[in-house]
T-cell receptor, first 113, second 109 residues
């Protein structure tokens, strides 16, 4: 079956702009996670959803970052007033339940100029 | 805060060699530990998941062990192949997983 998909695969934007990154989880997976991976580092947890609600958003670095999952399926990570330091690969994962193996998408590579 | 460290950062071996990758974590109160593989420009692929009550897991040529008391896990790869070349990441936790920086493995033909 289809895996986790993320769009766009690459995004180049200018400092100060607003961006949205989309994640389509595996069908039937109730839990969804966002991570950020900088070059040469492991992924860093940002937020996870169980259903429609953000169960833990403690990893979001500041209030410029926000994520939604209005219907309990697709999720959008929103970044306001982007900064060069936001440049990274943003990974999305989903799992059948909170305790299950997480399946990762290919990521969105964000470059802020 | 949980800290995860992976040693070595990079490893190059000839094809056919057996090898061990190391992962250490600072807080032994973990729910599970997972090993992932990441190919350049790609997402992560789960290789093995070890529950906190387990000592090891095996899949094909891969064997992962877990010693919670010492805060360590190892990933053993038998008879390495060029196709095993990738970055291997370990992660601990439940929902908010904490990752190490990874070991970049190169298997030379």
């Amino acid at each position: 079956g289809a895996g986790v998909s993320q769009t766009p695969s690459n995004k180049v934007t200018e400092k100060g702009k607003y961006v949205e990154l989309r994640c389509d989880p595996i069908s039937g997976h109730t839990a969804l996670y966002w991570y950020r991976q900088s070059l040469g580092q492991g992924p860093e947890f940002l937020i996870y959803f169980q259903g429609t609600g953000a169960a833990d958003d403690s990893g979001l670095p500041n209030d410029r970052f926000f994520a939604v999952r209005p219907e309990g399926s697709v999720s959008t990570l929103k970044i306001q007033r982007t900064e060069r330091g936001d440049s990274a690969v943003y990974l999305c994962a989903s799992s059948f339940g909170l305790w299950e193996t997480q399946y990762f998408g290919p990521g969105t590579r964000l470059l802020v100029l | 805060k949980q800290e995860v460290t992976q040693i070595p950062a990079a490893l190059s071996v000839p094809e056919g060699e057996n090898l061990v990758l190391n992962c250490s974590f600072t807080d032994s109160a973990i729910y599970n530990l997972q090993w992932f593989r990441q190919d350049p420009g790609k997402g992560l692929t789960s290789l093995l998941l070890i529950q906190s009550s387990q000592r090891e897991q095996t899949s094909g040529r891969l064997n992962a062990s877990l010693d919670k008391s010492s805060g360590r896990s190892t990933l053993y790869i038998a008879a390495s192949q060029p196709g095993d070349s990738a970055t291997y990441l370990c992660a601990v936790g439940r929902r908010d997983m904490r990752f190490g920086a990874g070991t970049r493995l190169t298997v030379k033909p």
